[in-house]
């Protein structure tokens, strides 16, 4: 069966200091990956998604990063963090067919 | 510019009754929309979906109704449980199978 494991489940780091959420997942190939964000008072909102090895689309300008170095493994990445950059990050994964399947997520608390 | 609309932040209904949750869209190339259930502090679960050449889906206590032409749509659940208190996103999709969320709905189940 599937899975997809995303951690840290949650981090609190300084303001300026570097940042690397892992998303990995198992029993698939090839899937289609995702980040998304979940800021205080709003919806979950996409950051960036990946359809295979090293293709990596940004859909919001931001401080992020992300990276696909592996065919089921996603980064999302900084190199110095803002009080803004605080929220709970969901990875996700899709086969390309309907729904999806996230992951338990990393609330980030920049301070 | 939000694309799902989720107008109602929160929702309570009385243990037994109908719990209707409504989300509005503005892209008519949304081909396929979803309901995702998310408990406090973890990541959102697939609930139910319907595509857009459907009216109706239904699954046992849960039943998604799209109205095209309107560009709404809405997810009924009879009879309401305490375990439905939760946050519902509504969430749509085009072809290439990104999904954009609405900001959610907290439903309350009062017992």
């Known amino acids: 069966s599937q899975t997809i494991h995303q951690w840290p489940a949650t981090l609190v780091q300084p303001v300026g200091s570097p940042l690397s959420l892992e998303c990995t997942v198992e029993?698939?190939?090839?899937?289609?990956l995702y980040w998304y964000r979940q800021a205080a008072g709003r919806g979950l909102q996409l950051l960036f998604y990946?359809?295979?090895?090293?293709?990596i689309s940004s859909e919001v300008p931001q401080n992020l990063s992300a990276s696909r170095p592996q065919d089921r493994q996603f980064i999302l990445s900084s190199k110095k963090l803002l009080l803004s950059d605080s929220g709970f990050y969901l990875c996700?994964?899709?086969?390309?067919?309907?729904?999806?399947?996230f992951g338990s997520g990393t609330r980030l608390t920049v301070v | 510019d939000q694309q799902v609309k989720q107008n109602s932040p929160s929702l309570s209904v009385q243990e037994g009754r109908i719990s209707i949750l409504n989300c509005d869209y503005t892209?008519?190339?949304?081909?396929?929309f979803l309901w995702y259930k998310k408990y406090p502090a973890e990541g959102p679960t697939f609930l139910i979906s319907?595509?857009?050449?459907?009216d109706k889906n239904e699954d046992g206590r849960f039943t998604v109704f799209l109205n095209k032409s309107a560009k709404h749509l809405s997810l009924h659940i009879v009879p309401s449980q305490p375990g439905d208190s939760a946050v519902y996103f509504c969430?749509?999709?085009?072809?290439?199978?990104?999904?954009?969320f609405g900001k959610g709905t907290r439903l309350h189940i009062l017992p």
């Open positions: 996700a994964w899709s086969s390309g067919a309907w729904g999806y399947t």
């Open positions: 029993g698939t190939s090839n899937p289609n």
């Open positions: 990946s359809v295979g090895i090293g293709q």
């Open positions: 892209n008519s190339m949304f081909d396929y």
């Open positions: 319907i595509s857009s050449i459907k």
């Open positions: 969430a749509a999709s085009e072809e290439d199978d990104k999904i954009i």
